[in-house]
């Protein structure tokens, strides 16, 4: 067999033509055999129409296997020259053919510094890429941070609203009067809330001293 691996052939054949000539060759082998074993099961036959014949079964496969292996020998040497005719004028393509799915080699030739400069390129921009989706991805993110800021702002300025509107309610009419009224109640509550907590703590050691 072939020691050439014969790869732009397989890439137009769909399997390397080495393959094809082992297939050729086991498929002929078989039939040789098989022949063989035919050939064995007539003449084993034809004996039984001669009662008094000493030649026994045992002598007969004994001659089938030897003029077996003297086919064999023969078919080798046949084959051998049977795949190299194929494998240089039937499954050879010639070295100024080129595949369809190839020309474009043809048409923009590159230069291995060529080829590898391109490489370079594209890893660079790959690179940049990178770089460019991990910016736009922060960016996204900063822009979902300010949805949310601008959402508390937004609430913080309907309780402005609401408070204006509770102010206005009180006879406080601008903000600077309505923060003066906000920071006096605010003051009157944080007085009630501190003589509550003093009474309790009162009841508390009392109760501990019942």
Request: hydrophobic share 40%; net charge neutral; glycine share 4%.
């Amino acid at each position: 067999m072939s020691v050439n691996p014969m790869a732009y052939e397989a890439q137009f054949f769909g399997f390397t033509p080495q393959t094809c000539m082992l297939r050729i060759y086991i498929a002929f082998q078989d039939y040789l055999f098989e022949m063989m074993l035919v050939v064995e099961s007539v003449i084993l036959k034809k004996l039984d129409g001669f009662p008094g014949c000493k030649i026994g079964p045992f002598q007969i496969r004994k001659s089938t296997e030897k003029f077996l292996l003297f086919m064999k020998e023969h078919f080798d040497k046949l084959f051998s020259k049977m795949e190299e005719v194929l494998l240089q004028l039937v499954l050879n393509i010639p070295k100024n053919v080129l595949l369809p799915e190839d020309k474009v080699h043809e048409q923009y030739p590159y230069s291995k510094e060529q080829f590898q400069a391109l490489q370079d390129e594209i890893h660079q921009l790959q690179k940049q890429y990178r770089a460019e989706a991990s910016a736009g991805q922060a960016l996204r993110a900063e822009l979902e941070e300010q949805k949310a800021v601008r959402a508390e702002l937004e609430k913080i300025l309907q309780w402005f609203d609401g408070l204006e509107n509770i102010c206005r309610e009180h006879g406080t009419g601008n903000f600077k009067e309505s923060f003066a009224f906000l920071t006096r109640n605010s003051k009157k509550l944080q007085d009630v809330l501190k003589d509550v907590e003093e009474k309790s703590k009162k009841i508390k050691k009392h109760d501990q001293l019942l």
